[in-house]
């Protein structure tokens, strides 16, 4: 029986041999595992963080763009009003010295006006220049029959210029 003991025991030292090799087949496979997890979750987690960096950098750059595109409006608007203002200010300018140049032709009495100034000013601004409208210009037929009549004179056409003004109104109304 004894033998029957010894095969028993024998076996069972083959059987507890095995088993320990397989625990430590088992245990190199489980840290395998456990390194290869802890890789993925590495992995998992630069990838994570990847995805959520993407929209925060879209973000951040659609903000950027933004302020400039705000930015290069506001300085378009500024010149555009400032061209406005300046446009507005020449033509001013020249309204003025034109009605200086007409008040000097018709010999008005009036306090002097600025011309030289009003042009320089112009000249700054870079404005188009008033052309000064020359004394041998005709004048218009109105303008011409008003100066007649107080100079007591004859119109254009040879009428006397101090009926002029009645036989005009004469030739509409009915007498």
């Known amino acids: 029986m004894t033998s029957f003991l010894n095969k028993g025991l024998q076996h069972l030292l083959v059987l507890y041999t095995e088993a320990c090799e397989a625990v430590k ?4 496979r ?4 456990e390194i290869t997890i802890s890789d993925q979750g590495k992995i ?12 925060k950098k879209v973000t951040q750059d659609a903000k950027i763009k933004l302020v400039a595109a705000q930015v290069d409006h506001d300085q378009a608007m500024t010149s555009f009003w400032d061209g406005l203002k300046n446009s507005v200010i020449v033509s001013l300018l020249q309204a003025r010295i034109k ?3 007409e008040a000097k032709d018709a010999v008005f009495e009036c306090p002097t ?7 320089a000013k112009l000249k700054d601004l870079e404005g188009s220049p008033v052309p000064h409208p020359s004394k041998s210009r005709t004048c218009e037929p109105s303008k011409a029959a008003e100066v007649a009549v107080e100079a007591g004179g004859k119109t254009e056409d040879g009428a006397d210029a101090s009926d002029g003004g009645a036989k ?3 030739e509409d109304a009915v007498v």
């Open 30 to 33: 489980l840290k395998k595992a």
């Open 25 to 28: 087949v088992l245990e190199a």
């Open 44 to 55: 998992a987690e630069a990838k994570s963080q990847h995805y959520e960096d993407k929209p």
């Open 99 to 101: 009605m200086a140049y």
């Open 113 to 119: 006006w600025p011309v030289d100034s009003l042009v």
């Open 168 to 170: 005009e109104a004469g």
